[in-house]
């Protein structure tokens, strides 16, 4: 067998392979904890589950430094605006993971107090089920956003995003206009889309 010489050595791939594979390996979370899928999200991060096996362990609190989002519990419409608002300070290109039945759906709590699911004001990539999830489940969760972001595209610029951002001007435009606050005019806006058979404002 010839000897492979590693100076005179190419290799020819794509870019987006390659760029894909340096961001799957390189997720840094946001958590949005807001409840007790929060405290189990705790166990994933530390040293027996250890997310850091995944080059995830870097996480921030700054939407700015962050690219993969962990909503973890029950949102309220009342922070429908800040989960709005955080989503949109990330930098791109970004993903979010909805953990657990709450941020999935409302879970078990079907009260006019509670979104019925983060995906109606947020782009969601991954939904974890299970109350709480368990750490394996998050991590399987991560897991396949990788899968996700292994066949994505550089050209491609989402257009959940580009519609997500249309629909932050339209909430500015009415809380401006009527003297909304975030809370209301996301309601609003939640509400035509439902007489129009759409359950997401963007
Ligand atoms: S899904 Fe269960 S564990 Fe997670 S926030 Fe809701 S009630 Fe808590």
Not at 18 to 42: D, H, Q, Y
Request: with cysteine; glycine share 6%.
């Amino acid at each position: 067998m010839a000897e492979l010489n590693m100076e005179e050595a190419v290799l020819t791939t794509r870019l987006d392979t390659v760029v894909n594979w340096a961001r799957k390996n390189s997720l840094w979370p946001m958590p949005f904890g807001t409840a007790c899928c929060a405290i189990e999200f705790m166990s994933v991060m530390a040293s027996k589950y250890d997310l850091s096996r995944f080059g995830a362990e870097a996480m921030r609190f700054s939407p700015r430094q962050s690219d993969m989002m962990l909503v973890l519990g029950t949102v309220t419409n009342k922070m429908a605006p800040v989960l709005r608002t955080i989503y949109a300070q990330m930098a791109e290109p970004k993903w979010v993971i909805s953990v657990g039945v709450c941020a999935s759906s409302g879970g078990m709590y079907r009260t006019y107090a509670t979104l019925q699911g983060i995906d109606r004001v947020i782009p969601v990539d991954v939904y974890v089920p299970g109350c709480p999830p368990r750490p394996e489940s998050m991590i399987y969760g991560v897991m396949k956003l990788q899968e996700k972001i292994e066949k994505e595209s550089l050209s491609q610029r989402d257009d959940h995003i580009r519609r997500f951002y249309e629909s932050l001007d339209r909430q500015h435009a009415l809380e401006a206009e009527k003297g909304l606050t975030g809370q209301q005019a996301i309601r609003h806006m939640l509400m035509d889309a439902a007489e129009q058979g759409a359950a997401t404002i963007f």
